[in-house]
C-alpha cells in the first residue's frame, strides 16, 4: 500500500457530518505510532490511479493516505484512538483542483463590496445601497458585486424594470457618496455610476462619448452621461478612467482581507475544492494575505501561484530569468538581482540587445519585486508566470489583431490597438 499526499481530508471531513463515527477495535491493533487517524470504511473510494480503480476503504494519518484496499486490510490499521466511519455505501473522492477560481480576489470582495447577489429590481438595488449608506460617513465610497451574479448574460431582462440602473436612480439611494456597481470581467456590461462618481471621475454632463479609453452611454433625451459606462475592466490598459477608479476607491483593512479569503477557502472546502491555481491577476498583494493565512496555520487549501506579468506588472524578460532562478533555487541570471532595499529589479531594462524593454516597444520598464513565499509544507508553491498577450477579451474590443474586428456592440476596433496610452 503506497503511502501519498492526502489531498480530499476537508472533502472527507465534510462526510463526517453528515454519518455516524463509531470506533472499531481490531485483535492484534497495531501501535498508536503507526495507526490511522481515521479510517473510511463500507465506502466507495475513487482512486483515480491509472486503473480508476475503486476501492472499499481509506486510512488517513496526519494528513497523508497511509493506505487504501478493502474493509478487512484497511480495519488493521485502527488503533485505540482511530476514529473509523462507517459511510455506508458513499463515495470518497480526491479533492478537485480549481484551475481559474479567483480564490483570492473573491474572499477580499466576499467582506469588501456591497452584496446585489440576487438582486430582481433596481428598487432592491437602491435598497441595500440606502442600508449601506447608513453605515458611511458622506463621501465614503460604496463598491457593490456584479448585479444578480451569474448568468450575466440575463442582465437586464432579468431586472423587474427590463433595464440598467441610471445615476439618477443611484442618486436616489446615495446623494453623498460616491457608488460603483462594476461590470464582469469579459462580459460586454455597463459598470454604474451615480452622480458623485461621475464627478470624481471626471465625466462630466459634456464629456464625449469616448472618454478616457471607455465609451460613456448619454441619456436619449438630455444627453448628458446616464451613469453607465463601458469598458472599465481590469483588461483596459489604454484607460485613463479605470487608472483613476483605481486611485480613488478606498484601500481595506490588510485583516478584514484576510478574513475575507480564509471565508472564500472554506466555502471552495465545502465543495471538495482542495487546490487552485491562481495566475490570473495574481500580485503581490494577494500573495501576501495567503502568506499571512500560511504564517499563521491557516490556510487549509493548496495553492500554485504564478504571477501575471503582464498587464499591471511589466517585466522585461531578464527579469523573468531571475524570477525563474529564485524559484528555482538557482544562481540569477541575465544581470538582474533581486533589490531588496529598493524592492524592485536591478540590472540592464529590456529583452534586446538595445536594452529596449520586452513589452512596451522601447520604453524602460521597472519591475516591482515579486513576493517569494517559502513553505516546506508544500501547501503553497510558487511556479512560473502568467503571461497573456491579447490585450483583452475580443467583445470590449480589446484583442490584439491583425485585421480589423467588430466589438459586442457592432462597432469596427482597428487592427492591434494599443495596450495603453
Request: hydrophobic share 40%; net charge negative.
Amino acid at each position: 500500500m503506497n503511502r501519498q499526499k492526502f489531498y480530499c481530508m476537508s472533502y472527507s471531513c465534510w462526510f463526517l457530518t453528515i454519518v455516524s463515527a463509531c470506533t472499531v477495535e481490531e485483535p492484534g491493533a497495531p501501535a498508536e505510532s503507526v495507526a490511522a487517524d481515521l479510517i473510511l470504511y463500507n465506502a466507495k473510494v475513487v482512486t483515480v490511479d491509472e486503473q480508476f480503480s475503486i476501492e472499499q476503504a481509506i486510512a488517513i494519518k496526519g494528513g497523508m493516505i497511509l493506505g487504501v484496499g478493502n474493509d478487512v486490510e484497511i480495519l488493521k490499521l485502527a488503533g485505540a484512538s482511530t476514529q473509523s466511519v462507517d459511510l455506508e455505501g458513499k463515495m470518497v473522492l480526491p479533492g478537485f483542483v480549481d484551475g481559474h477560481p479567483h480564490m483570492v480576489h473573491r474572499g477580499v470582495a466576499l467582506l469588501t463590496t456591497l452584496d446585489l447577489n440576487g438582486v430582481d429590481s433596481i428598487e432592491e438595488i437602491k435598497e441595500r445601497i440606502s442600508a449601506k449608506v447608513a453605515t458611511l460617513e458622506p463621501g465614503e465610497w460604496i463598491e457593490t458585486t456584479w448585479i444578480r451574479g451569474q448568468p450575466f448574460g440575463a442582465l437586464p431582462m432579468a431586472l423587474e424594470e427590463k433595464r440598467f440602473p441610471t445615476r439618477w436612480d443611484l442618486d436616489e439611494a446615495a446623494p453623498d457618496n460616491p457608488v460603483y456597481i462594476p461590470t464582469p470581467f469579459s462580459y460586454p456590461l455597463p459598470s454604474i455610476f451615480n452622480s458623485a462618481a461621475l464627478e470624481a471621475l471626471g465625466i462630466s454632463d459634456d464629456a464625449p462619448d469616448d472618454y478616457g479609453g471607455t465609451t460613456v452611454v448619454k441619456d436619449a433625451e438630455s444627453g448628458r452621461p446616464n451613469g453607465q459606462v463601458h469598458k472599465i475592466v481590469i483588461f483596459n490598459y489604454a484607460c485613463s478612467v479605470c487608472r483613476k477608479l483605481g486611485e480613488l476607491l478606498p484601500e481595506h483593512p490588510f485583516e478584514t482581507q484576510v478574513a475575507g479569503v480564509k471565508e472564500q477557502i472554506q466555502r471552495n472546502n465545502a465543495v471538495g475544492i482542495t487546490t487552485v491555481y491562481e495566475g490570473h491577476h495574481m500580485m503581490n498583494g494577494q500573495a501576501e494575505l495567503v502568506q499571512a493565512l500560511l504564517e499563521r496555520d491557516q490556510l487549509d487549501i493548496r495553492i500554485h501561484i504564478a504571477y501575471q506579468v503582464t498587464g499591471q506588472l511589466w517585466m522585461p524578460l531578464p527579469a523573468l530569468d531571475a524570477w525563474f532562478g529564485e524559484i528555482s533555487g538557482k544562481e540569477l541570471v541575465g544581470g538582474y538581482t533581486v533589490a531588496e532595499s529598493s524592492g524592485g529589479w536591478s540590472g540592464q531594462s529590456g529583452g534586446d540587445s538595445d536594452g529596449s524593454s520586452a513589452w512596451s516597444d522601447g520604453e524602460t520598464e521597472q519591475a516591482p519585486k515579486m513576493l517569494l513565499i517559502k513553505d516546506d509544507t508544500d501547501m503553497v508553491v510558487m511556479g512560473g508566470v502568467t503571461m497573456g498577450m491579447g490585450g483583452g477579451p475580443v467583445n470590449m474590443g480589446m484583442a490584439l489583431m491583425y485585421n480589423e474586428y467588430n466589438d459586442a456592440f457592432g462597432n469596427p476596433v482597428p487592427s492591434r490597438p494599443p495596450y495603453r496610452n
